[in-house]
């Protein structure tokens, strides 16, 4: 139907014109939420102005999806499609995680997929880092004043975060909190899951390498 293709070409053009925006506004919203975390403590000014900041870049990100469920035909398909980008909306913890989707994301710039192979190394290492960040502000944000807890610095909760997320453990730093825990499991999963994403990568890498050496020797006569 007509108004149905118009309304698609609309979204289409709404999540083109919104994309780079939208990744730009979800790695401020990580500046915004992990600055007062690591800066603390902070003026009263400061810390009014990262929290102002956050909530409009939260209202930014609802305004964008209630534009897109607007401007989508099939509202409940729309809501199956995207209950990812509800969830991180509607739970805090989850809003910084936004960054991590949007580096995915940025391999759609490029149209070939051979470069799209090449960038996977850099767009998992920019993961990494920003997950590090990430759940090391979150976990210091939920130890920092427990009794009994060991990681109470920003150096604490970096190098518990990456020691969590290559799973070699962090020695006597770790969370205490049920808090804590909660984005210390979330953070292994993840760690798990760019280790082994990482590792096929580099063994799909050798064999191609083995392969392309083997079909450029020249072959062997026979006598």
């Known amino acids: 139907m007509p108004d149905e293709s118009s309304s698609e070409v609309r979204l289409s053009k709404w999540q083109e014109l919104s994309a780079w925006p939208m ?6 919203y990580v500046a915004v939420y992990v600055g007062p975390i690591y800066w603390y403590p ?5 810390r009014l102005t990262f929290h102002v900041a956050e909530y409009a870049v939260w209202a930014i990100f609802i305004i964008d999806y209630l534009i897109q469920l607007q401007l989508s035909i099939g509202k409940r398909a729309f809501l199956r499609r995207e209950w ?17 989707r949007g580096i ?6 490029s149209t070939r997929k051979a470069s799209l192979v090449r960038s996977l190394p850099a767009i998992l290492g920019s993961m990494a880092v920003l997950l590090v960040i990430i759940a090391g502000a979150a976990v210091l944000n939920a130890e920092r004043f427990a009794h009994g807890a060991t990681i109470k ?16 453990g962090g020695g006597n730093l770790a969370p205490i909190t049920n808090e804590g825990r909660i984005i210390a499991a979330c ?23 083995f ?9 062997e006569k026979i006598e």
């Open 104 to 109: 995915v994301f940025l391999r759609q710039a």
């Open 153 to 168: 610095t920003p150096s604490d909760a970096l190098w518990w975060a990456v020691t969590a997320i290559t799973t070699s």
């Open 23 to 28: 990744i730009l506004l979800s790695f401020t």
């Open 42 to 46: 902070l003026s009263n000014s400061m």
């Open 84 to 100: 990812f980008s509800l969830l991180l909306i509607a739970f805090p913890f989850f809003r910084p995680v936004r960054a991590v």
């Open 187 to 209: 953070l292994l999963v993840f760690g798990l899951g760019l280790l082994t994403s990482m590792t096929g990568y580099v063994a799909s890498w050798v064999l191609h390498e």
């Open 211 to 219: 392969n392309v050496v083997r079909e450029t020797q020249p072959a």
